[in-house]
Antibody, heavy 120, light 108 residues
Framework: QVTLKESGPVLVKPTETLTLTCTVS??????????VSWVRQAPGKALEWLALLFSDDEKFYNTSLKSRLTLSKDPSRSQVVLTMTTMDPLDTGTYYC????????????WGQGALVTVSS | SYLLAQPPSVSVAPGETASFPCGGT??????VHWYQQKAGQAPVVVIY???ARPSGIPERFSGSNSGNTATLTISRVEAGDEADYYCQVWAGPNDHWVFGGGTKLTVL
């Protein structure tokens, strides 16, 4: 069974850096075509794609947020890490990780999400 | 940037058919994927590649895509279908993966 789970701080202060971890099970981060993506959702708002990392280490970032985002992975721990710098209250929301297969371009399954609040 | 337009809300009575349009320039040339998000839960894909249904998704869910509009259709709507529905495409090397604004289904 494929599962993903997000973890990280619930509260961050403005200007701080957010670090979120996606721990996966049921598949390997090094398998061909395998990818993990991050998607966020501000309260009451739509889904917003953030970033994606494939097993061949190819990375993609939302153009408008690219300067603030960094992806990395630790296959031995089945983890993908997203860092977002210079957090702002507008970054408050639920952050999801989801699996994607290269070429398929749809996301599933998804983690349960991690709610992050940016406030001083 | 590539934009996907969805109406904010759709309301239908139980047993009726609900249609969810997703508008985008030449969207018919792209593969469209649809997600259902119930309150307080993570999204779940209900249609991928325009009209394919994952295992476990009822046959009542169907999709089509042509021209500038893709459509998700739910036949014989049930109370348990109440959720937000999002369309999504791969919009190319600049915009990457794009979601629509979502449509909230209310079952009357």
């Amino acid at each position: 069974q494929v599962t993903l789970k997000e973890s990280g701080p619930v509260l961050v202060k403005p200007t701080e850096t957010l670090t979120l971890t996606c721990t996966v099970s049921g598949f390997s981060l090094t398998s061909p075509r395998m990818g993990v993506s991050w998607v966020r959702q501000a309260p009451g708002k739509a889904l917003e794609w953030l970033a994606l990392l494939f097993s061949d280490d190819e990375k993609f970032y939302n153009t408008s947020l690219k300067s603030r985002l960094t992806l990395s992975k630790d296959p031995s721990r089945s983890q993908v890490v997203l860092t977002m710098t210079t957090m702002d209250p507008l970054d408050t929301g639920t952050y999801y990780c989801a699996r994607i297969l290269m070429g398929d371009n749809w996301f599933g399954p998804w983690g349960q999400g991690a709610l992050v609040t940016v406030s001083s | 940037s590539y934009l996907l337009a969805q109406p904010p809300s759709v309301s239908v009575a139980p047993g009726e058919t609900a249609s969810f349009p997703c508008g985008g320039t030449n969207i018919g040339t792209k593969s469209v994927h649809w997600y259902q998000q119930k309150a307080g839960q993570a999204p779940v894909v209900v249609i991928y590649f325009d009209s394919a249904r994952p295992s476990g998704i009822p046959e009542r869910f169907s999709g089509s895509n042509s021209g500038n509009t893709a459509t998700l259709t739910i036949s014989r709507v049930e109370a348990g279908d109440e959720a937000d529905y999002y369309c999504q495409v791969w919009a190319g090397p600049n915009d990457h993966w794009v979601f629509g604004g979502g449509t909230k289904l209310t079952v009357l």
